[in-house]
């Protein structure tokens, strides 16, 4: 029987409720497929900031490292600037496991309303993989005459050859795995940005030229949003840099009908070290404490993590039983226009996965 240890940091908003729901689906699927879920939970983020002047304890990567894989809930909180839970949390583990593909799938799902005239469920299912090391988020810059009247902010994007390579290179080795449109569309904006953006659009047409089978096609950044809503049913895989990833991702989840359903994996795929699952929905503190943040996007991001572990046949019923839950339509949390709780939404998942 495999056994594999999980470090879970349920984190803030949202994120200590929607853990919980995802590690019971997910300790369901491992029961029913023969193998072991160890999790151990880090009590990471705003709380240990009000406690300790820091969101996460001296040799919190350290501490990491041994794991198999990383479950994240949310990191954010209204009372700290973003920046700091952010660069003291998330991007620290990104980069220092070089978890380089961040991937989000966007999946229209059957028994969800989409904001789309004339579009369909089931005619929406592609893939962004967001460069996620380096990019517009590399911390490279900083301030002259700080909180002066003349204050300066520099911010320096960085792109190496080698960073876009090998994200490009893994969009175009998972649109023949998903063996759909068999399409990498490529995020640019070489027009303005005439040095890192001219380096990324050299090298996804060398990297395209390995994959003569792929279908290819280059936008600027404004036209793939302008298209994300006039012909997202086109799209199959989509590489694109840091913050063009981003950006775009929380667009095709709207696309889809809700960000709450929006999974995401922060992957090293060469397996040096433990990727890390996490929403896209982020800590939503409006909502926090209430019991109605949807658990879908958890859920199916552990589905991932099970994916990456190894365990398809898992990852594929976990899936499968979101998919059900949407289709049928009983139970839904309000972001989909329903009145069902987190717990009653996780439940009914569990229990479609144990009868399927």
């Given at each position: 029987m495999?056994?594999?240890s999980?470090?879970?940091?349920?984190?803030?908003g949202?994120?200590?409720e929607?853990?919980?729901e995802a590690k019971r689906?997910?300790?369901?699927a491992?029961?029913?497929?023969?193998f072991?879920?160890?999790?151990?939970?880090?009590?990471?983020?705003?709380?240990h900031?009000f406690?300790?002047?820091?969101?996460a304890?001296?040799?919190f990567l350290?501490?990491?490292r041994?794991f198999?894989?990383?479950?994240?809930?949310?990191?954010?909180?209204?009372?700290?600037?973003?920046?700091i839970?952010l660069?003291?949390?998330?991007?620290?583990?990104?980069r220092?496991?070089?978890?380089?593909?961040?991937v989000?799938?966007?999946?229209?799902?059957?028994?969800v309303?989409?904001p789309?005239k004339?579009?369909?469920?089931?005619q929406?299912?592609?893939?962004?993989?967001?460069?996620?090391?380096?990019g517009?988020?590399?911390?490279?810059g900083?301030?002259?005459?700080q909180?002066?009247?003349?204050?300066v902010?520099v911010?320096?994007?960085?792109f190496?050859r080698?960073?876009c390579?090998?994200?490009?290179?893994?969009?175009f080795?998972?649109?023949?795995r998903?063996?759909?449109?068999?399409?990498v569309?490529?995020v640019t904006k070489?027009?303005?940005q005439?040095?890192?953006?001219?380096l990324?659009?050299?090298?996804?047409r060398?990297?395209?030229?390995?994959f003569?089978s792929?279908?290819?096609?280059?936008?600027?950044?404004?036209?793939?949003?302008?298209?994300?809503?006039?012909?997202?049913?086109s799209?199959?895989v989509?590489?694109?840099?840091n913050?063009f990833?981003?950006?775009?991702s929380?667009?095709?989840?709207?696309?889809?009908?809700?960000?709450?359903?929006?999974?995401?994996?922060n992957?090293d795929?060469?397996?040096?070290?433990?990727?890390?699952f996490?929403?896209?929905?982020g800590?939503?503190?409006d909502?926090a404490?209430?019991g109605?943040?949807?658990?879908?996007?958890?859920i199916l991001?552990?589905?991932?993590m099970?994916e990456?572990?190894?365990?398809t046949?898992?990852?594929?019923?976990v899936q499968?039983?979101?998919?059900?839950?949407?289709?049928e339509?009983?139970?839904?949390?309000p972001?989909?226009?329903?009145?069902?709780?987190?717990?009653e939404v996780?439940e009914?998942?569990?229990?479609?996965?144990?009868?399927?």
């Amino acid at each position: 029987m495999s056994h594999y240890s999980i470090a879970v940091i349920p984190g803030d908003g949202i994120g200590p409720e929607v853990i919980p729901e995802a590690k019971r689906v997910l300790a369901r699927a491992a029961e029913r497929f023969g193998f072991v879920l160890r999790f151990e939970d880090f009590d990471w983020g705003a709380e240990h900031y009000f406690r300790c002047g820091s969101v996460a304890p001296p040799g919190f990567l350290e501490r990491l490292r041994p794991f198999d894989a990383i479950l994240l809930g949310a990191v954010g909180h209204p009372d700290i600037p973003d920046h700091i839970t952010l660069h003291g949390l998330l991007l620290p583990i990104r980069r220092a496991f070089d978890q380089y593909a961040n991937v989000r799938p966007a999946v229209w799902y059957e028994g969800v309303d989409g904001p789309l005239k004339g579009r369909q469920p089931g005619q929406v299912d592609l893939v962004i993989v967001r460069e996620n090391t380096e990019g517009e988020y590399a911390p490279v810059g900083g301030f002259v005459h700080q909180h002066h009247a003349d204050e300066v902010a520099v911010q320096s994007a960085v792109f190496t050859r080698k960073g876009c390579e090998r994200v490009i290179r893994y969009a175009f080795q998972l649109a023949v795995r998903r063996n759909r449109k068999r399409r990498v569309t490529s995020v640019t904006k070489s027009n303005a940005q005439a040095y890192g953006m001219v380096l990324w659009d050299r090298v996804f047409r060398s990297v395209a030229a390995e994959f003569p089978s792929v279908e290819t096609e280059s936008l600027l950044v404004d036209a793939a949003a302008m298209n994300f809503v006039r012909r997202p049913e086109s799209f199959d895989v989509v590489v694109a840099s840091n913050l063009f990833g981003d950006i775009l991702s929380d667009l095709a989840a709207a696309v889809t009908g809700s960000i709450g359903l929006a999974p995401s994996a922060n992957l090293d795929p060469e397996r040096r070290y433990p990727s890390m699952f996490e929403p896209v929905h982020g800590s939503a503190p409006d909502i926090a404490g209430r019991g109605i943040a949807n658990p879908l996007a958890t859920i199916l991001s552990g589905a991932m993590m099970l994916e990456h572990l190894g365990q398809t046949a898992a990852a594929q019923a976990v899936q499968q039983a979101v998919a059900a839950v949407l289709a049928e339509g009983r139970v839904r949390t309000p972001d989909l226009g329903g009145h069902s709780s987190t717990r009653e939404v996780a439940e009914a998942v569990a229990m479609r996965l144990a009868a399927s």
